[in-house]
């Protein structure tokens, strides 16, 4: 692979998906069971980006429906991503269209967004202007909803979701970074492998501090965001997730530490910030692509093959995320085999790092699923119509929804219930970076502080960098409080 200082101009992003130059022909591209098929659309705008826009419409689609933009990956294009992701199984299951941007390697090598280049970032102009018009086109002539627009993207498409997210905050309801970097990391393609490759010392301000100039006349509300990355990505490393997550809960104003985790199939950890604003899954084991898990459970999507991972269904998760189930669970809650929503849902008891719940049997079901902000909690169904929540945050507020299940097919969820855990909340710090290390809530080594038990890079260890610290067990601090 050539170094940044040899590529030639603007041709960068081969290094993203190092490896999937030799891979991206064998991507399988289904054939989908429906009449829809992926269309192309021409003449959606003034395409600064020189970018192509294809569209997924299933049928018999109503006005008022959601929307997603799937950006796909280098060397990839849009009817892969669309065939492999499986966004399609859950567009044509809830009622959704999907738009898929599509680059070449005539805007950038192997075919990658332009992630690194100021022009291809900035609102008004380049590639996300061009997204920017599909989105408008989608809504004029599909009917979308302009109140439920989301995008997702893997890797260059990941980091371009990001500058979507950044620039458009008044256009996408919420997004899903996977394997991606966090915005204006880089500005250019002799500091974009670094972004790749090692941890970017930022604070969590000053990440946030770039989205936040992105669109600095921005005063509503902002997307909420879901990451994905695999704990062994060579590609783009771990490091970037853990960016992203401090770059966006420091813009949507919540706590670098998380409200909850969750353990999910795959090895997957799914760790929740703030009220559920910032979702962060850590694949462990997996490399460089899109988490897939083909089958036909209701959990199950996508087809495996170069970047394309069989894991954890991400479509899912971050469908459920998005809202595009409209409140129920598989099969939606207009599915006639679906059992009705659980009612009675109460909590029965709480302690420093649990909350108990239970609710009203349901006639026929055979399990249900529990769910803790929107994510659910339970593996698989369970029988009885109680539960407990454990390993929780003390002194923290929880939401709960619950489901019913027969024969596999999943109904609507209850009415949703709080619970507050009880003990006293963490001890919070904020001080210099010196301060805290005097004090001996961190230590400093190479010039940087890191905090104490769990060695997080609090940034230059000086009088003039300010760090909240929050206290989580003795001599251990995090960062954010």
């Given at each position: 692979?050539?170094?940044?200082?040899?590529?030639?101009?603007?041709r960068?992003a081969?290094?993203?998906?190092?490896?999937?130059?030799?891979a991206?022909?064998?991507?399988?591209?289904a054939?989908?069971?429906r009449?829809?098929?992926l269309?192309q659309?021409t003449?959606?705008?003034?395409?600064?980006?020189?970018?192509?826009?294809y569209?997924?419409?299933?049928?018999?689609?109503p006005?008022?429906?959601?929307?997603?933009v799937?950006?796909h990956g280098?060397?990839?294009n849009?009817?892969?991503?669309?065939?492999?992701?499986?966004?399609?199984?859950?567009?044509?299951?809830?009622?959704?269209?999907?738009?898929?941007?599509?680059?070449t390697?005539?805007?950038?090598?192997?075919?990658?967004?332009?992630w690194?280049?100021t022009g291809?970032?900035?609102?008004?102009?380049?590639e996300?202007?061009?997204i920017?018009?599909?989105?408008?086109?989608?809504?004029?002539?599909?009917?979308s909803?302009?109140?439920?627009v989301?995008?997702?993207?893997l890797?260059?498409?990941?980091?371009?979701?990001?500058?979507?997210?950044?620039?458009?905050?008044?256009?996408?309801?919420?997004?899903s970074?996977?394997?991606?970097?966090?915005?204006?990391?880089a500005?250019?393609q002799?500091?974009?492998?670094?972004?790749?490759?090692?941890?970017v010392?930022?604070?969590?301000?000053?990440w946030?501090?770039l989205?936040?100039?992105?669109h600095?006349?921005?005063t509503?509300?902002?997307?909420?965001?879901?990451?994905?990355?695999?704990?062994?990505?060579?590609?783009?490393?771990p490091?970037?997730?853990?960016?992203?997550?401090?770059?966006?809960?420091?813009?949507?104003g919540?706590?670098q530490?998380?409200?909850?985790?969750?353990?999910l199939?795959?090895?997957?950890?799914?760790?929740?910030y703030?009220a559920?604003?910032?979702r962060?899954?850590?694949?462990?084991?997996?490399?460089?692509?899109?988490p897939?898990?083909?089958?036909s459970?209701a959990?199950?999507?996508g087809?495996?093959g170069?970047?394309?991972?069989?894991?954890?269904?991400?479509?899912?998760?971050d469908a459920?995320f998005?809202?595009l189930?409209?409140g129920?669970?598989?099969?939606?809650?207009?599915?006639?085999?679906?059992?009705?929503?659980?009612?009675g849902?109460?909590?029965?008891?709480?302690t420093?790092?649990s909350?108990?719940l239970?609710?009203?049997?349901?006639?026929?079901?055979t399990?249900?699923?529990?769910?803790?902000?929107?994510t659910?909690?339970?593996?698989?169904?369970i029988s009885a119509?109680t539960?407990?929540?454990s390993?929780?945050?003390?002194?923290t507020?929880?939401?709960?929804?619950v489901s019913?299940l027969?024969a596999?097919?999943?109904?609507?969820?209850?009415?949703?219930?709080?619970?507050?855990t009880?003990?006293?909340?963490?001890?919070?710090?904020?001080?210099s970076?010196?301060?805290h290390?005097?004090?001996?809530r961190?230590?400093?080594?190479?010039g940087?502080a890191?905090?104490?038990?769990?060695?997080?890079?609090?940034?230059?260890?000086?009088?003039f960098?300010?760090?909240?610290l929050?206290?989580?067990?003795?001599q251990?601090?995090?960062?954010g409080?």
């Amino acid at each position: 692979m050539r170094r940044p200082a040899t590529a030639p101009p603007h041709r960068l992003a081969r290094a993203l998906t190092v490896a999937l130059v030799a891979a991206a022909t064998v991507l399988a591209v289904a054939t989908p069971a429906r009449a829809a098929t992926l269309t192309q659309i021409t003449g959606f705008g003034s395409n600064p980006g020189n970018l192509s826009m294809y569209a997924y419409r299933p049928d018999g689609l109503p006005t008022g429906a959601p929307l997603v933009v799937a950006l796909h990956g280098c060397t990839q294009n849009a009817a892969a991503y669309h065939a492999n992701s499986g966004w399609q199984k859950y567009a044509d299951q809830w009622g959704f269209a999907v738009v898929y941007p599509q680059t070449t390697s005539a805007n950038a090598a192997n075919a990658c967004f332009n992630w690194f280049l100021t022009g291809d970032t900035a609102r008004g102009q380049g590639e996300p202007l061009s997204i920017k018009q599909m989105v408008d086109h989608a809504v004029a002539n599909f009917g979308s909803d302009r109140a439920r627009v989301h995008v997702t993207g893997l890797s260059a498409g990941g980091a371009m979701a990001a500058t979507m997210l950044a620039t458009y905050p008044d256009v996408f309801a919420a997004g899903s970074v996977v394997a991606g970097i966090p915005y204006r990391c880089a500005t250019s393609q002799v500091n974009a492998y670094t972004c790749m490759y090692t941890a970017v010392a930022k604070t969590p301000r000053q990440w946030g501090d770039l989205v936040r100039a992105a669109h600095p006349g921005h005063t509503g509300a902002r997307p909420k965001v879901a990451i994905w990355h695999g704990q062994s990505d060579a590609v783009v490393v771990p490091a970037n997730g853990t960016a992203l997550r401090d770059q966006f809960t420091d813009v949507l104003g919540v706590p670098q530490t998380p409200t909850s985790t969750a353990t999910l199939p795959a090895g997957t950890t799914l760790e929740t910030y703030g009220a559920d604003q910032v979702r962060l899954y850590k694949v462990a084991g997996m490399g460089h692509g899109t988490p897939v898990d083909p089958g036909s459970g209701a959990d199950q999507c996508g087809t495996a093959g170069a970047y394309f991972l069989d894991t954890i269904c991400s479509a899912y998760r971050d469908a459920l995320f998005f809202g595009l189930d409209g409140g129920g669970g598989p099969g939606g809650p207009g599915n006639p085999g679906a059992p009705a929503a659980p009612t009675g849902l109460r909590v029965t008891g709480t302690t420093a790092a649990s909350v108990s719940l239970g609710w009203t049997a349901v006639a026929g079901a055979t399990g249900y699923h529990v769910y803790r902000g929107g994510t659910r909690v339970t593996a698989s169904p369970i029988s009885a119509s109680t539960y407990v929540d454990s390993g929780l945050a003390a002194a923290t507020t929880y939401t709960y929804a619950v489901s019913a299940l027969n024969a596999g097919c999943e109904g609507a969820r209850s009415a949703p219930v709080s619970a507050t855990t009880g003990g006293t909340a963490p001890v919070c710090v904020t001080a210099s970076n010196y301060a805290h290390v005097q004090a001996g809530r961190a230590y400093h080594s190479g010039g940087y502080a890191y905090a104490l038990g769990s060695a997080q890079r609090m940034g230059l260890y000086n009088t003039f960098h300010t760090t909240a610290l929050k206290q989580t067990a003795p001599q251990t601090w995090v960062i954010g409080c």
